[in-house]
């Protein structure tokens, strides 16, 4: 069957390649509980990106855990000051200056249904080649890409390893959203649970997303080395997307509600080119809200398939022990070269302090919706991370690492489980029932005459 292989990485250099290339600079963060902020760079050549690899890559020994991410910058977007090795927060201030009033149109295709400016990379064949390799890009990740028109979410336990090196258990995940509507993103994220180290690449970044991305991530803690990390703020940036569409759509189709008596009334004083072009809007209206309403169900799917996936993560590999040592957690991943009780503790026993959880958190509003106003606990934020840093930190023991993880596992459920209740009872729901509550005869009359032969223009 045509399953997830091990061991399959992305052939950047196949002759059938779903990618183009337009090198251009690009931005790469690296994030980890040791870190007060992510930390920035610009890579802007292949120059630059041996140079980082040679310098700043993580290996997979244990000694390093947290997130590796590359932020691939939409084409066409402008270009900013390259940065090396700073925190997130200066690179937003960078950017801040150095944005105009001016509202920037972003870079789309004219058609905006099955625009491809999402496959265009910012890299050259051969970084993306190097990139491939370095962040364990799996083959799945072009069957994620080619199905634009259709959101998606998978996850796959796969053995990865490159080269000679020791091969390694990982999650594969890949992630896409609908390309119907511009601002589509997409992301892939391979993850080594042996030493909690995560590498991604989020596809089709504008500077906005940019923004949004490190400043959710500025936030985090010692929920850096959670695999969800990443595919939990691509939901939130979508779901902010789907609002904005729902918003349009219910508009325009509460206004051809509205025009139905005017249509019935005066029918004969319009021309017939007036007559076909009100019969061509009331026919999108229909057609536009029935796609999206569509479109959000597709979306709700993949939601659900990331919360159940999010429940198996707490049940498995970040379940604390309770009748032996918090190593044998991982019994259920192999580790071919050694016994999974071996795994933990030599991996991950170096790995920086995570946060503690003896005391209350604070809950951090993470949705981005000033009218909505709520807080989620979906990152929590301690105060202790605002103070310097202490000269000698111990390492949390192994099972309270877990507990950490196991906790994020579950502020990811929650959020999840908030974010589909929202989509099911305010977005494409509000579609049809709130219009109907205020417009109860209008809207009557609308669904009526769409149904009769004269109006049969309308829909089909």
């Known amino acids: 069957m045509d399953w997830p292989q091990d061991g399959s990485l992305y052939d950047a250099r196949a002759p059938r390649n779903v990618f183009k290339y337009s090198e251009m600079a690009t931005t790469i963060v690296r994030l980890s509980p040791g870190l007060d902020k992510p930390m920035i760079w610009t890579m802007e050549n292949m120059k630059d990106w041996k140079e980082w690899f040679d310098t700043e890559y993580p290996a997979l020994d244990g000694t390093e855990s947290g997130l590796v991410l590359i932020l691939a910058r939409r084409n066409g977007e402008?270009?900013?000051?390259?940065?090396?090795?700073?925190?997130?927060?200066?690179w937003l201030e960078k950017i801040e200056r150095h944005e105009t009033d001016r509202r920037r149109e972003q870079p789309t295709s004219s058609n905006k249904n099955g625009q491809?400016?999402?496959?265009?990379?910012?890299?050259t064949p051969d970084s993306f080649h190097t990139i491939v390799n370095k962040f364990y890009v799996h083959s799945m990740i072009a069957r994620a890409i080619s199905r634009a028109d259709i959101p998606t979410f998978s996850a796959a336990e796969v053995e990865m390893s490159f080269e000679d090196e020791q091969t390694h258990p990982a999650f594969v995940y890949n992630c896409r959203t609908s390309n119907a509507w511009e601002g589509d993103l997409a992301l892939t994220a391979t993850y080594f649970p042996h030493c909690k180290l995560t590498f991604a690449i989020m596809f089709g970044c504008p500077i906005s997303t940019e923004k949004q991305v490190l400043q959710r991530l500025g936030k985090v803690k010692a929920e850096a080395d959670h695999p969800l990390?990443?595919?939990g703020i691509l939901v939130e940036l979508e779901r902010q997307r789907h609002v904005c569409l729902v918003e349009n759509t219910i508009n325009e189709l509460e206004t051809q509600i509205l025009e139905i008596d005017m249509l019935s009334e005066d029918l004969e004083l319009m021309s017939t080119e007036e007559q076909a072009r009100r019969k061509q809007a009331k026919r999108a209206a229909w057609l536009d809200t029935t796609y999206l309403r569509n479109q959000l169900s597709n979306w709700i799917v993949n939601l659900e398939k990331l919360q159940n996936h999010a429940d198996e993560l707490n049940h498995t590999i970040f379940k604390t022990s309770t009748t032996g040592p918090s190593s044998a957690v991982v019994t259920g991943y192999r580790g071919p070269?050694?016994?999974p009780s071996e795994v933990f503790l030599d991996h991950c026993s170096r790995t920086p302090k995570f946060l503690s959880y003896e005391e209350a958190t604070e809950w951090v509003d993470l949705?981005?919706?000033?009218?909505?106003?709520?807080?989620?606990?979906?990152?929590p934020l301690e105060p202790e991370f605002c103070k310097p840093s202490q000269p000698q930190q111990q390492p949390l023991e192994p099972d309270q690492i877990q507990d950490a993880m196991e906790r994020a596992g579950n502020r990811i459920k929650s959020r999840l489980r908030d974010v589909i209740d929202e989509y099911q009872e305010k977005l494409w729901l509000m579609a049809f029932d709130i219009i109907a509550d205020n417009n109860?005869?209008?809207?009557?009359?609308?669904?009526?005459?769409?149904?009769?032969?004269?109006y049969l223009g309308f829909i089909l």
């Open 116 to 123: 491809r400016t999402l496959r265009i990379l910012p890299f």
């Open 337 to 339: 070269q050694e016994p």
């Open 229 to 231: 990390l990443m595919p």
């Open 78 to 90: 402008r270009d900013f000051p390259p940065v090396r090795k700073v925190k997130s927060d200066e």
């Open 440 to 454: 109860e005869n209008r809207y009557s009359r609308f669904w009526e005459k769409a149904i009769n032969y004269e």
């Open 367 to 379: 949705s981005e919706d000033v009218e909505k106003g709520k807080a989620y606990p979906f990152y």
